[in-house]
């Protein structure tokens, strides 16, 4: 009877040693294989990352750092009102009368419409906050809106900081580097974003008024009776009276 | 059946001739894929001033196309598919062509002649100017015409009249007051212009005609039915010659069939060769409704245009009018041609930054801001250098091989290239425009891009005596079909240099006219 096994082969003791290196050798090479395949994994991964996050990772920021702006329709507050007037006394500063009057009317029915009919709740409330932080932050006492003027315009100025450039794209580390900071600082950078799209908002509003029209001398703008043709005359100097209607000289070649 | 004629398409074109069809007795049913605005609607104009575009105007599966084209189309940012057309948002300038455009052809061997000659059609455009409430005055280089506007020119404004009419003279060029729908005195129950410059997209006081205008007039005779939100999806045949019906759907789903005993398609130049197109049946219409030469969707032509702004020395009080108050003819000669195309400058006032826009800029705060405002308001002012543009049967409508609208139908697939002609002509349109503004010692001279107008769809089914080289007849009735007629700037087999409504209205009215009498 032969010996268990195949003729010739190694005694069963030797095979079990041979075997356990065998073994082990297959483990080795099993593991480097895995090794290897999880790290062309990881590869393809990171490959995938760079290019289908890396590129966009500023949308990505903004969908989990930057709510949106529109899309909230609501009432504001008494008190939001009045934050809103402060800050838009700091735009446009109003004076005499019955500027100050006309401004505040101004703002509050273009916030309010803003608020309720265009869904920009959110811009107007998230503002009035961002406002009230800075204003904490810089050891003022009291609401924003029971600020001088001058004070308001420092706490302002603070939320207005333009974000900083982007490193160029030649330094990967560098721009790891500044999109690790925008996470970082993501609050700080929201409540910016806020304030600056507050203050663009009010301007909008306030310059688009009759208030801004008549600051180049527009006084026929939006709605004075009669001021139909008054397009036809020269425009005031600026910030100066409107002259009396004058003779036109007859031009050649055009009918009136 | 239903009516003596169905109109598809409730813009100016289509308001136009069911107002003269209702006017001669027959019964219109007039339906429009888009739906009815209020109009004018104040909430919508605070959404202008909040820089908010006012109309929802385009269904995105709906209205969907694609293009490929130099410059951009971009169909959807101007076209509005809804009871008044693109009129609700138009600027009204409303100019006739000159004769030299309808024998482009037979003058200078470019392009194709029209059916009939600039007489034809002269009664017609008096007859639009009265019905859309058209100001303006005579001038040099004006094309002809028997019988003074309806109303007269709105006033010169003060930039046009003391700097850019001037300017004009002193290199011997021509300048007139530019013709316009917009009422300059009280005209057909709607008030005089305020001058408030609120005009675009839409006047809030309606001193601006839209074709609403005539949809409302249209209705009250009792004989046409308006329907918005019918979108039609085929033209359908019975026999070779003749159309029976037209198969509709609404937003819900809900499919009809409207009867008549003639149609008219008036949906633009876009949506009318793709309605032919898609309405492809058996019976020598394979490749599409009144198709035999081939040309249906082809010939697109637009305007080119350069803008040139300058910024003057002195202030020049822009924004008080929307108005355009002149306009020059006076490159718009056919002196040049055929070797350079001809090009309308028109002076434009209001063009430059608002306050508002200024103060946004700035990133300034208080008395600084202020100061600012005060200081930078008012010194631009433009010069539009708008061209004209050659049929080529390359440019043209089809239909997408692979994406369709939410009926499942194809969408319109746009194909645009400029030439050397339109390309040098607005070249040289601009460098008399620049040389304007050097005339008027202008501190800073610049000028855009090739633009096009992109509301402006011209030549898609043109209109010519050969039924071999053309789509319809001189009426807008289809050679190959009996009943079917088009009415749009389609028809039109030159671009011209002007604005294409007042073209639109004079056909619309005269193709109205001619199915009283036949139908």
């Known amino acids: 009877m032969e010996p268990d096994g195949v003729p010739g082969a190694a005694p069963p003791e030797a095979r079990i040693q041979n075997g356990g290196e065998v073994m082990r050798a297959q483990t080795r090479r099993g593991f480097i294989k895995i090794a290897g395949l999880a790290l062309l994994f990881l590869g393809i991964l990171a490959a995938i990352g760079r290019a289908a996050v890396w590129p966009r990772r500023g949308t990505i920021f903004q969908a989990l750092f930057r709510p949106p702006l529109e899309g909230q329709y609501g009432a504001l507050t008494e008190e939001e009102f009045r934050q809103l007037e402060a800050f838009a006394e700091i735009i446009f500063p109003a004076t005499g009368d019955p500027e100050p009057r006309e401004l505040h009317a101004v703002v509050r029915r273009w916030v309010d419409d803003g608020a309720r009919q265009y869904g920009l709740l959110a811009l107007y409330r998230h503002g009035v906050r961002a406002l009230a932080s800075a204003t904490h932050e810089r050891g003022f006492d009291g609401p924003f809106h029971a600020l001088p003027v001058g004070d308001r315009r420092a706490a302002a100025a603070a939320l207005m900081d333009e974000e900083p450039d982007l490193p160029p794209a030649a330094e990967p580390l560098s721009q790891l580097l500044h999109f690790l900071d925008r996470v970082l600082n993501a609050p700080e950078e929201r409540r910016r974003h806020y304030a600056r799209s507050l203050r663009a908002d009010l301007t909008r509003g306030i310059f688009s008024s009759h208030l801004g029209w008549t600051l180049v001398g527009y006084d026929s703008w939006p709605g004075v009776p009669s001021a139909h043709l008054w397009y036809t005359l020269p425009p005031p100097p600026a910030g100066g009276a409107r002259p009396g209607s004058r003779d036109t000289p007859a031009v050649a070649g055009v009918g009136s | ?519």
């Not at chain 2, 050679?479 to 088009?486: K, S």
Request: aromatic fraction near 8%.
């Open chain 2, 1 to 519: 059946m239903s009516a003596d004629v169905c109109i598809v398409g409730a813009g100016v074109a289509g308001a136009l001739a069911a107002f003269r069809l209702a006017a001669g007795g027959k019964s219109v049913v007039l339906l429009d894929s888009g739906p009815r605005f209020e109009y004018p609607d104040m909430a919508r104009y605070e959404r202008v001033r909040r820089s908010i575009y006012p109309w929802d105007w385009f269904d995105e599966d709906r209205d969907d196309y694609e293009e490929e084209a130099t410059p951009r189309i971009g169909l959807n940012s101007n076209r509005i598919k809804a009871i008044g057309g693109t009129t609700l948002h138009w600027s009204a300038n409303a100019q006739r062509f000159q004769p030299g455009d309808f024998r482009m052809r037979t003058l200078f061997g470019l392009g194709a002649d029209w059916p009939f000659p600039y007489d034809e059609l002269e009664p017609w455009y008096l007859l639009a100017e009265r019905e859309m409430g058209v100001a303006g005055g005579s001038g040099p280089d004006q094309p002809p015409r028997s019988a003074p506007y309806p109303l007269p020119p709105h006033e010169v404004s003060f930039a046009e009249r003391e700097f850019i009419v001037p300017a004009f003279h002193a290199l011997g060029l021509s300048i007139a007051p530019n013709s316009t729908a917009t009422n300059s005195q009280p005209y057909d129950g709607r008030p005089r212009c305020a001058a408030f410059a609120t005009c675009n997209p839409f006047c809030p006081i309606n001193a601006k005609y839209t074709a609403t205008v005539h949809v409302a007039k249209a209705e009250a005779s009792g004989r046409v039915v308006v329907k918005p939100d019918s979108h039609v999806r085929r033209v359908v045949l019975e026999g070779r010659r003749k159309v029976s019906h037209v198969e509709c759907v609404d937003r819900n789903g809900t499919i009809w069939r409207e009867r008549a005993r003639a149609f008219v398609l008036a949906g633009g130049g876009v949506e009318i060769p793709r309605l032919l197109l898609l309405s492809a049946t058996d019976g020598g219409h394979d490749q599409g409704l009144a198709n035999s030469s081939g040309l249906v969707g082809r010939n697109y032509m637009t305007h080119p245009r350069i803008i040139v702004r300058g910024r003057l020395s002195e202030r020049i009080g822009p924004h008080r009018t929307g108005v355009d108050t002149t306009n020059s003819w006076a490159v718009y000669q056919h002196r040049t041609l055929p070797g350079t195309g001809n090009v309308m400058l028109s002076p434009s006032v209001s063009g430059g930054p608002e306050p508002a826009d200024i103060a946004l800029e700035s990133g300034l705060w208080g008395e600084e801001l202020v100061e600012e405002v005060r200081v930078r308001y008012g010194y631009e002012v433009g010069i539009h250098a708008k061209g004209d543009m050659l049929p080529r049967p390359d440019n043209r409508v089809t239909l997408s091989s692979s994406r369709v609208d939410t009926y499942g139908d194809p969408i319109p697939r746009i194909e645009m290239q400029l030439g050397e002609f339109e390309l040098n002509a607005i070249d040289e349109g601009a460098k008399v425009a620049e040389a304007i503004f050097r005339q008027m010692n202008a501190r800073e001279i610049w000028r855009s891009n090739t633009q096009i107008v992109r509301n402006h769809i011209i030549g898609t089914t043109r209109m010519g005596s050969d039924p071999a080289d053309s789509v319809c007849d001189e009426w807008g009735r289809c050679h190959d079909l009996d009943n079917l007629f088009v009415s749009s700037s389609s028809l039109f087999p030159s671009a011209a240099c002007s604005s294409p409504t007042l073209t639109i209205a004079a056909l619309a009215l005269r193709t109205g006219d001619f199915l009283v009498r036949n139908v």
